[in-house]
Each structure stands twice: as C-alpha cells, then as structure tokens.
C-alpha cells in the first residue's frame, strides 16, 4: 500500500515564524501536492510538483513556497506565518495522470 | 477555482437507506473522482470514472458520469454507521493529473 507520511498531525506556530511542512512517500511516485482544506472551501491546490527539483503555483500560491530535493519527499515552506494560514494542510502523490491520489493524514496548523 | 460542487452539503440517512449525493463541474475532464475523508484525517480514494464511461461500480458504491450535463452521482447502498463521513468529488481536466475538488457532501448515518 502508498503510504503519504506528513510529519506532525498537530503544529502550532506564531505569526512571522518561518514553518516547514513536511510530505514523505513510499511508492517512488512522480507527482506530489500540497492541498489546503478550509471550513466550506473545500480543498484547494497550493502548490505541485511533476519531478524533482520541478514546481508549479497552483490555485493558492501566495504566502508559501515549496522546496523537492529527492523525489519521495516534498516540503511546504510558509516564508513568514499569517494568522489567515491556520488551516488542514494535505499532501497527496500519484505516479501519473489519470490515476487516485493518495493522501496523508495531514496537519492542522494553527497560526498565534 | 472550484469546479466541483457537491449536492447536498449535508445528508443524514439511517443504518440501510441509500445515500445519493451529486457533483456538478463546469469544464471538460478526462476524469472524475470520488474520495471520503473521515473527521481529521486525509482523504482516501474510492472511484474514478473516465470520460468515456457512463457508470462504475465498487463493492456497495455505484457512480455515475453525465458529460453532457456535466454533473455525476455517488450512490452508497445499505448504508451503514461506518459510512459517516465526508465524501468529495474530483475533476481531472486533462492528463497532468491536476485535481480540482468541489466543497464536500457531510453523510451521517445514523442507527
């Protein structure tokens, strides 16, 4: 089984931190992302990545950054911390298009 | 941009009803995809139904696809309590595997 590891479930931080999320996953896949969940959003694409050292914005990417050095694992960077960034964060992977993505049990991240 | 949107945003069953709840998206896909998450957690994948296919199943779950009216279905059957949870659709518009998911339908089974 895929299995996406996210490093905390839980995060506290306080505004103007610099906060790092990390996303880890098994199944050499080629495709990572980074998701934000909010009450009555839905979830929404921050950032992607087809390949290592390979990035793209997605539909949020204001506020963040992301960083691939090795292919199993894709790291969210908040540059400096807003109280409007508490939020579910969510990492996915999926070897190619036209296939499931598979999601770890994300982090909730709260922002003093 | 959300381009699913689930309906209804809430929907409360009891233990062996069947639970319906449907998915409108406004642009071209190559697929669509169901996933549930439970309170907290990630989302875990339950379907995908391509473009050129009008209906799946899985197990208790039956869905549909309406390209023509741009919208799809999620039946589950003989619901039960363990079903409780949130249940998203997923448009993939093209083959960069890039999702856009709508807000959710919240399924409360009761029994």
């Known amino acids: 089984d895929v299995k996406v590891t996210q490093s905390s479930r839980y995060l506290v931080k306080r505004t103007g931190e610099k906060v790092f999320l990390e996303c880890v996953q098994d199944m050499d896949h080629e495709n990572m992302f980074w998701y934000r969940q909010d009450p009555g959003l839905g979830l929404r694409l921050i950032y992607f990545s087809y390949d290592v050292k390979m990035k793209e914005k997605g539909d949020i990417p204001e506020g963040y950054s992301v960083s691939r050095e090795k292919k199993e694992r894709f790291s969210l960077i908040l540059e400096s911390a807003s109280t409007n960034q508490t939020s579910m964060y969510l990492c996915?992977?999926?070897?190619?298009?036209?296939?499931?993505?598979?999601f770890g049990d994300g982090t909730r991240l709260s922002i003093l | 941009s959300q381009q699913g949107e689930e309906d209804p945003q809430a929907l409360s069953i009891q233990e062996g009803e069947n639970a319906t709840m449907n998915c409108s998206y406004k642009t071209s896909i190559n697929n669509l995809q169901w996933y549930r998450q439970n309170s907290g957690r990630g989302l875990v994948h339950l379907i995908l139904i391509r473009s050129n296919e009008r209906e799946k199943h899985s197990g208790r779950l039956r869905v549909t696809l309406d390209t023509s009216k741009k919208s799809s279905s999620l039946l589950i059957t003989a619901s039960r309590a363990a079903d409780t949870a949130s249940y998203f659709c997923?448009?993939?518009?093209?083959?960069?595997?890039?999702?856009?998911f709508g807000t959710g339908t919240r399924l409360q089974v009761t029994l």
């Open positions: 997923a448009t993939e518009p093209g083959t960069a595997s890039k999702l856009t």
């Open positions: 996915a992977s999926t070897r190619q298009g036209d296939q499931p993505q598979h």
